[in-house]
C-alpha cells in the first residue's frame, strides 16, 4: 500500500516515514510540505535517519495523489481541510490526526469522507482510546456528585489548547452522563468564579519542555477522587496506531470512522 505523509520534514511526520518504511505491506510513497519549506526536494528517509529512500519531498500534492492508496497527516486545520478534498477526489484511505479543527472543518471532512475513508482521531494510541472507554463508563456509573476534571500536559511547541485528546476525553465523560460538552465545558478559571456548577466538565491545560503528552481524567467526590491516567512516552505509539488504522481502513467503504472503530470498541 503506497502511503504519503503530510508534515513529513515535521517532528511526527519523520517518525512516521520511520514506522511506516518498517511496516510489512506499506511503503513511504511520498511527502507533502508547504511551498517555501526549506524541506522541499528533500529525501524522506534522509530525514527520519534510514539514509537514502529515493523519495523526495514535494510542494505540489496533485501529482503525488495520482500514484498513491493512503496519507497520513498530522499537520494544521488549513492544510487537513484542503488535503481531504483531494482525498475524496482520489477516494483513497486518509488518517487525520491533525488536531484543533473546528465544527466548519469537521463538516468539510464529512463531505470528503462521501468519497474517501477517513480515519480521525483526536489520538491514535491504543492505551488512549481505551482510556475514553473507561471514562465513559465511569462517568456513567458514578452519580453527578462525583465532578469531572481534564488535565493535560504538552511539551512548549504544541499550538492548540485543549489538546485534541484532552476533548476527546471530555467528550466520552460528557456521553457518559449524557451531556453536550459545549455547552457543559470549562475551559478557563480566573478571578472571582463562584462555586463549580454541577455537571460541568473543566479542562485544565500545561505546556513545557519535551514532554509528549500526559492526560488525567479526575472523579472528584464526597470524601475520594478516582484518577484515570495517560503517559506517552515517545512520538512511535501516535505513528504505530496510525499505521494501524491505514491498514484497517484499505478495504472499507468510504466513510468517517474513529479510532474506536479501528480497535472493536464500539
Known amino acids: 500500500m503506497k502511503i504519503a505523509i503530510a508534515g513529513a520534514a515535521g517532528r511526527m511526520g519523520r517518525v512516521l516515514t520511520r514506522i511506516v518504511h518498517e511496516t510489512e505491506g506499506l511503503e513511504v510513497a511520498g511527502g507533502i510540505e508547504p511551498k517555501g519549506s526549506s524541506a522541499v526536494g528533500a529525501d524522506m528517509g534522509e530525514l527520519a535517519g534510514l539514509g537514502p529512500l529515493g523519495v523526495k519531498i514535494t510542494d505540489e500534492p496533485l501529482a503525488l495523489f495520482t500514484r498513491i492508496e493512503g496519507l497520513i497527516d498530522f499537520t494544521v486545520p488549513k492544510a487537513t481541510l484542503a488535503l481531504a478534498e483531494l482525498s475524496a477526489q482520489a477516494r483513497i484511505v486518509h488518517v487525520i490526526g491533525t488536531t484543533g479543527i473546528d465544527k466548519e472543518g469537521d463538516e468539510k471532512i464529512k463531505a470528503a469522507a462521501r468519497h474517501a475513508r477517513i480515519v480521525k482521531s483526536g489520538n491514535m494510541s491504543l492505551g488512549v482510546n481505551l482510556l ?129 472503530d479501528v480497535l472493536g470498541l464500539e
Open 132 to 260: 475514553a472507554a473507561l471514562v465513559r463508563k465511569v462517568a456513567a456509573t458514578l452519580g453527578p456528585d462525583f465532578d469531572i476534571e481534564v488535565l493535560e500536559m504538552h511539551h512548549k511547541h504544541k499550538i492548540d489548547a485543549p489538546s485534541g485528546t484532552a476533548l476527546l476525553l471530555g467528550q466520552a465523560a460528557a456521553e457518559g452522563r449524557k451531556l453536550d460538552l459545549t455547552k457543559s465545558s470549562v475551559r478557563a478559571r480566573d478571578g472571582h468564579t463562584g462555586a463549580r456548577p454541577e455537571g460541568h466538565i473543566g479542562f485544565a491545560t500545561l505546556r513545557g519542555g519535551s514532554v509528549v503528552g500526559e492526560h488525567t481524567v479526575m472523579f472528584a467526590g464526597p470524601d475520594e477522587r478516582i484518577e484515570l491516567t495517560h503517559r506517552a512516552a515517545s512520538r512511535d505509539l501516535f505513528a504505530r496506531g496510525a499505521v494501524r488504522a491505514t491498514l484497517w481502513a484499505q478495504d472499507k467503504k468510504p466513510g468517517l470512522y474513529s479510532m474506536a
